[in-house]
């Protein structure tokens, strides 16, 4: 199957800085991503789409401002948790799109706002 | 609004038996995907077996195979041999082919594979 990584895995950041987190297809190329938030012991939430050239197309209820999205490349979403909270502690997933339709899962970032 | 039910919280099955993890949608579209994708403790999401709906032959991949029923709206996954490490949560997931290919999750299944 396709490869998507992320990083970091971990991080662990002071409340009111800013936390980037790459996600890239290893493999293939991606001109759609998705971006995740998943809370303890429940199903993945989609936060946003990340379309490569354009700009990333928001969840109701998720703050443009607060996550960044930038698709600059085929291969590369970022995310930018912006002015981090401990609210924003959570686990963020990404995942590419394939040609058929198929999503592949990075491993997962873990982010602590303290 | 499609919706995506895993209606068994946790399952359990002995190593080397077969268990059999339902789900249901529903949905007014006829052409579709459905996955599921498994999550161990790592949290790692794995795509175990996809399905397109215009196919009547069901998915297999090794020791996975799914039972699809299309009129039904079921899509129930079976693993055979069971091993210690089909340990995880299971999520059954739906994309609609005309919505920009956004996956629909279910709420999941536990897993848990003793000796």
């Known amino acids: 199957g396709a490869v998507v990584s992320q990083h970091p895995s971990r991080v662990i950041c002071k409340s009111g800085t800013s936390v980037k987190i790459e996600c890239r297809s290893l493999?293939?190329?991606?001109?759609?991503m998705f971006w995740y938030r998943q809370f303890p012991k429940q199903s993945l939430m989609l936060m946003a789409t990340?379309?490569?050239?354009?700009?990333?197309?928001?969840e109701q209820g998720v703050e443009k401002d607060k996550f960044l999205i930038n698709h600059a490349s085929l291969t590369l979403s970022t995310l930018t948790v912006t002015s981090a909270h401990p609210e924003d502690s959570s686990f963020y997933i990404c995942?590419?799109?394939?040609?058929?339709?198929?999503?592949?899962f990075g491993p997962g970032t873990r982010l602590t706002v303290l | 609004a499609q919706t995506v039910t895993q209606s068994q919280p946790e399952m359990s099955v002995q190593e080397a038996e077969t268990v059999t993890l339902s789900c249901t949608y529903d949905?007014?579209?006829?052409?579709?995907?459905l996955f599921w994708y498994k999550q161990p403790p790592s949290r790692q999401m794995i795509l175990v077996i996809r399905?397109?709906?215009?196919?009547?032959q069901n998915a297999t991949e090794n020791r996975f195979s799914v039972n699809f029923q299309k009129a039904a709206k079921s899509f129930s996954l079976k693993i055979s041999d069971s091993q210690l490490g089909d340990a995880a949560m299971y999520f059954c997931?739906?994309?609609?082919?005309?919505?920009?290919?956004?996956?629909?999750f279910g709420t999941g299944t536990r897993l848990q594979v003793t000796l």
């Open positions: 995942s590419a799109l394939t040609h058929r339709d198929t999503q592949y």
């Open positions: 493999d293939f190329q991606a001109t759609t």
């Open positions: 990340s379309n490569e050239g354009s700009k990333a197309t928001y």
């Open positions: 949905t007014s579209e006829s052409d579709y995907y």
């Open positions: 399905q397109e709906a215009y196919k009547q």
């Open positions: 997931a739906y994309i609609n082919t005309g919505t920009a290919s956004k996956l629909t």
